[in-house]
């Protein structure tokens, strides 16, 4: 009634068994110390987001908007991943051109810094591998990717019931906005 949250309790019966309520302990409201039964409450939210489905048209344009992300994206890994080559290749010349001059130079001092150089690039180098090892693939596929947030998008009520605590959580704060009202 007055809007703030609503505490968890335990209640005893006579027989010593243990029962869940939940009540509002807001000094003024005019459910003070009113209790309502656990499973009465959580049918409700139950029920409510059972509810919460989307049409057809919705899901499969949910489902649309995000091959299009996906899609953008290995766009985007296969441009860097061109550009990542095209960097190790421009590397790969300075080396050459580096040993090139190496073999010319007399001086020990020249001939040191072309070495130093050299490491550098060679440093550079597999950095670059790497970046090409690590983005060059997503890790799962699309279908693996979007699977749970798909699922949840069809039936938020099948992870409310099957969830854990935590999980419950989650769903609430996507299916609401605000804190519900009982």
Same mark, same amino acid.
């Given at each position: 009634?007055?809007? /703030? ?12 068994? =243990? /029962? ?5 302990? /807001? +000094? !003024?409201?005019?459910?003070? !110390? ?5 499973? *009465?409450?959580?049918?409700?939210? &139950? ?30 890994? =296969?441009?860097?991943?061109? /550009?990542?080559?095209?960097? $190790? $290749? ?6 050459? !051109?580096? *040993?090139?001059?190496?073999? &010319?130079?007399?001086? &020990?001092? *020249? *001939? ?8 550098? $690039? ?8 790497? +970046? $090409? ?5 997503? +890790? ?43």
């Amino acid at each position: 009634d007055c809007g /703030h949250a609503l505490t968890s309790c335990w209640s005893t019966s006579k027989t010593g068994k =243990k /029962h869940p309520y939940y009540m509002c302990h /807001h +000094k !003024g409201c005019a459910s003070k !110390g009113k209790s309502i039964r656990r499973d *009465v409450l959580e049918g409700k939210v &139950e029920a409510m987001l059972a509810r919460l489905t989307p049409e057809k048209g919705m899901y499969e344009m949910i489902r649309a908007m995000f091959a299009d992300a996906w899609n953008q994206q290995q766009e985007s890994a =296969k441009i860097i991943t061109k /550009h990542l080559r095209g960097e $190790l $290749l421009k590397i790969e010349k300075q080396i050459d !051109g580096l *040993v090139d001059r190496i073999v &010319e130079a007399t001086n &020990e001092r *020249v *001939v040191a810094a072309y070495e130093k150089r050299i490491e550098a $690039l060679e440093h550079d180098k597999l950095t670059i591998a790497e +970046k $090409l090892k690590t983005s060059a693939q997503p +890790k799962r596929p699309f279908e693996e990717m979007f699977e749970l947030t798909l699922n949840f998008l069809v039936n938020p009520c099948n992870i409310w019931k099957k969830g854990s605590w935590k999980e419950r959580q989650t769903v609430l704060r996507l299916c609401l906005t605000d804190r519900m009202i009982y």
